[in-house]
């Protein structure tokens, strides 16, 4: 029996935040729920492990975009995004919009973007990541509140595309 999308929207996101508990790295813990539970995703093995260094607002920095928006960004990107023979066909607004609506979504719920601005709403501070002592810190003292970045980021982009 086929699912519906809400159905298989929260049947991803489940697994997503499941992942993200057990496996963590936000951005494959996104992308592959979805590979795993929407017929005919555009979504790859070999995608899932690009993705591996987005995790922790880039290379554990902090800095950058939380890597359960990234992965998101690229699930939406997989399906709606420009193909390399159609660089000269424009801009594919389309996506952008779409990409732009889940990134608002996202602040508008965790009152941040990046993955510093998350540390600090989750835990009242910032850590260095690759710091042994800080990164276990911020482990101990985040509880499952990344984890609920990836359910949340699965179950939108499912909806969505």
């Known amino acids: 029996m086929m699912k519906n999308k809400t159905e298989i929207a929260e049947n991803a996101a489940k697994i997503a935040k499941t992942y993200e508990v057990d496996y963590g790295c936000c951005p494959q813990c996104v992308l592959a729920a979805v590979k795993e539970t929407v017929p005919n995703n555009k979504i790859t093995d070999e995608l899932i492990k690009a993705s591996h260094g987005l995790s922790g607002g880039g290379g554990l920095t902090g800095i950058g975009l939380c890597g ?8 939406l990107g997989s399906k709606r995004g420009r193909d390399r023979d159609k660089f000269n066909k424009g801009k594919f607004i389309g996506n ?3 990409c732009n609506q889940l990134t608002q979504e996202f602040e508008k719920k965790f009152g941040g973007l990046t993955c510093q601005d998350l540390q600090q709403k989750f835990t009242g501070k910032t850590y260095d990541m690759w710091q042994a002592k800080e ?3 911020f482990s101990d003292n985040r509880g499952d509140q990344c984890a609920e970045t990836a359910e949340f980021v699965t179950q939108w982009v499912v909806e969505h595309s």
């Not at 359960?68 to 699930?75: A, D, R």
């Open 68 to 75: 359960s928006l990234v992965g998101g960004l690229m699930v």
């Open 135 to 137: 990164y276990k810190e």
């Open 96 to 98: 952008f919009s779409t």
